[in-house]
Antibody, heavy 120, light 110 residues
Framework: QVQLQESGPGLVKPSQTLSLTCTVS??????????WSWVRQHPGKGLEWIGY???????YYNPSLKSRVSISVDTSKNQFSLNLSSVTAADTAVYYC????????????WGQGTLVTVSS | QSALTQPASVSGSPGQSITISCTGT?????????VSWYRQHPGKAPKLMIY???NRPSGVSNRFSGSKSGNTASLTISGLQAEDEADYYC??????????FGGGTKLTVL
């Protein structure tokens, strides 16, 4: 059974970079065919797709976040990561990592989510 | 990219059927058969209920069904149960090789 677990600081200062890692267990991140994704949810609001990285390394980002987002993979650790630069309070959200089996948004496995608060 | 349009809330009584709509454009919902639906209970991660418009993942009840007409996709839940009370989100692939979610619909089981 594939499991995903987000980790990283729960508090980030404005203008700094938010960095989160998703550790995958029960399957290899380099096994191919999957889109390793990040989704966020502002408090009391809906889901927002951030982006994903294909196992080949190709990345796709939400146009509204593209200038600040970077997603990368570390196959040696079976992890993938999210970096979001120049954060503001508007980036306060629960961040989820997920595994999608296609680029269509079909995400069968999700992490439990981690709350990141942007505040000084 | 703009979020897909869903009704803010729907409600129904146990045993009834409800339908949640999800309206996009020809660049997302209308252009591809790549619409997914997720259920999210409070404080929990989303769960995939429907993918590729009308397919159910293994383990999802056949009370859940999906369809699409033009730029609008729909999720129908039949035989409504108390456990169905949750937030529901549609999601579509887009012409920019990205993904966009709907604003979410709160389902209340009366």
């Amino acid at each position: 059974q594939v499991q995903l677990q987000e980790s990283g600081p729960g508090l980030v200062k404005p203008s700094q970079t938010l960095s989160l890692t998703c550790t995958v267990s029960g399957g290899s991140i380099s096994s191919g065919g999957y889109y390793w994704s990040w989704v966020r949810q502002h408090p009391g609001k809906g889901l927002e797709w951030i982006g994903y990285i294909y196992y080949s390394g190709s990345t796709y980002y939400n146009p509204s976040l593209k200038s600040r987002v970077s997603i990368s993979v570390d196959t040696s650790k079976n992890q993938f990561s999210l970096n979001l630069s120049s954060v503001t309070a508007a980036d306060t959200a629960v961040y989820y990592c997920a595994r999608a089996s296609s680029a269509s948004g079909k995400a069968e496995y999700w992490g439990q989510g981690t709350l990141v608060t942007v505040s000084s | 990219q703009s979020a897909l349009t869903q009704p803010a809330s729907v409600s129904g009584s146990p045993g009834q059927s409800i339908t949640i709509s999800c309206t996009g454009t020809s660049s997302d919902v209308g252009g591809y058969n790549y619409v997914s639906w997720y259920r999210q209970h409070p404080g929990k991660a989303p769960k995939l209920m429907i993918y590729d418009v009308s397919n159910r993942p293994s383990g999802v009840s056949n009370r859940f069904s999906g369809s699409k007409s033009g730029n609008t996709a729909s999720l129908t839940i039949s035989g409504l149960q108390a456990e169905d009370e949750a937030d529901y989100y549609c999601c579509s692939y887009t012409s920019n090789n990205t993904v966009v979610f709907g604003g979410g619909t709160k389902l209340t089981v009366l």
